[in-house]
């Protein structure tokens, strides 16, 4: 997946969690991941009886074209999602399914992990299945996960990667108000080619300003 630490070979061997024995865990999320309800989707955390949907949705040539390599089998994606509970207890990672409200079929997720510790800066990263491209599913999707990352996870900045030719990835990320911020010259491997990426940023300023909780006096006032 675009940018996110999981591998395949990894997961089989590094099963045990990463908290210390002992730890407490008091946050709810690293217990399980709230479900989240938009007008179109309903975001729930991921089980292993979802491997052969994003099997399916997810290693489509169009999608897989610009993103790390996802699992190449169903057996892949189920130590995927066991990876991503771990991760997820262990306070550095979440994963969402994305699902049709009133389904329960996984058709794509969204990943976000922290870059610093206390998720003070994340990345995220997603994919959906081609046939929803272009229906609104992935923005109101974004919009559910921009506010659990920015109110729940605690997230100030939170940073997103597209390839420079992933025309939809860049103009999915613009539409959820990312400024982009830069070229990564060279910093993606693809097929034995390094691609350029454009950095993109959201900060929880911008965020609160464009989803009307923090007035334009606000955001004036902290830059
Ligand atoms: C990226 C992805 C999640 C976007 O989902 P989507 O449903 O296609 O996204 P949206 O339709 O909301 O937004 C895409 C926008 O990019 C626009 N777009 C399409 N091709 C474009 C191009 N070459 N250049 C610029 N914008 C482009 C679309 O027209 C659309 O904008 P519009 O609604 O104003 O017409 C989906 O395409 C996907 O899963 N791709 C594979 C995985 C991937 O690349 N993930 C990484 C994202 S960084």
């Not at 046939?131 to 919009?143: I, K, R, Y």
């Not at 080619?193 to 454009?198: E, G, T």
């Amino acid at each position: 997946m675009e940018r996110m630490p999981y591998q395949d070979g990894l997961a089989r061997t590094q099963m045990a969690p990463q908290s210390q024995p002992g730890e407490v865990v008091t946050t709810d999320w690293r217990e399980k991941l709230p479900v989240l309800n938009g007008s179109q989707v309903t975001l729930r955390e991921l089980r292993t009886s979802d491997a052969p949907s994003l099997f399916a949705m997810l290693t489509t040539e169009e999608v897989a074209r610009f993103i790390s390599p996802p699992p190449s089998t169903v057996d892949g994606f189920e130590r995927f999602i066991t990876w991503t509970l771990r991760q997820r207890a262990t306070g550095s990672y979440a994963c969402y399914a994305v699902t049709l409200k009133g389904f329960d079929t996984a058709i794509g997720i969204f990943q976000v992990r922290e870059s610093e510790p206390s998720f003070t800066t994340a990345e995220w990263g997603f994919a959906i299945g081609s046939p929803f491209w272009g229906t609104g599913v992935l923005q109101d999707a974004a919009a559910l996960v921009l506010k659990f990352t920015f109110e729940t996870l605690g997230v100030h900045r939170l940073e997103a990667r597209a390839a420079v030719q992933n025309g939809r990835g860049n103009g999915a990320l613009q539409k959820m108000g990312a400024v982009q911020e830069g070229i990564l010259r060279r910093s993606f491997l693809k097929n034995g080619i390094y691609l350029d990426q454009v950095l993109y940023g959201i900060v929880k300023e911008d965020w609160m300003v464009q989803h009307g909780t923090a007035s334009r006096d606000l955001y004036s006032r902290v830059h």
